[in-house]
């Protein structure tokens, strides 16, 4: 920020919002203006969502992980150490669901 106006910002000192919003501009890919051609700069997102059947060993996998993530928030005392459980908990569960190697290298 101190390169675009160094008698507005100093390094170190956090700038003010009203301050920020005067020279950030924030642009999405959609906003930005077409190709000379008229063709769009990137393509558009389209979200859908994906049905997947688990099988029966994963969903016991599954279960088993809840019920390890539950005893670890249980047996946790205080507040930082449910902050910790609560933490790792999410990140088993993805890192379970991307493959079994990144569970185990996780593990």
């Not at 908990?89 to 890192?95: A, E």
Request: net charge positive.
């Amino acid at each position: 920020m101190e390169l675009l106006d160094d008698q507005r910002f100093i390094r170190g000192v956090k700038p003010p919002e009203y301050q920020l919003a005067r020279v950030m501009v924030r642009r999405l890919k959609r906003d930005l203006p077409p190709r000379w051609d008229g063709t769009p700069r990137f393509p558009q997102r389209n979200l859908d969502y994906l049905e997947v059947s688990y099988s029966e060993s994963e969903r016991h996998a599954h279960q088993l992980l809840n019920r390890y993530a539950a005893s670890r928030r249980s047996s946790a005392d205080g507040k930082p150490a449910k902050a910790a459980a609560d933490f790792v908990t999410p990140l088993l569960k993805r890192r379970m669901f991307s493959s079994p190697k990144a569970f185990a290298e996780t593990l």
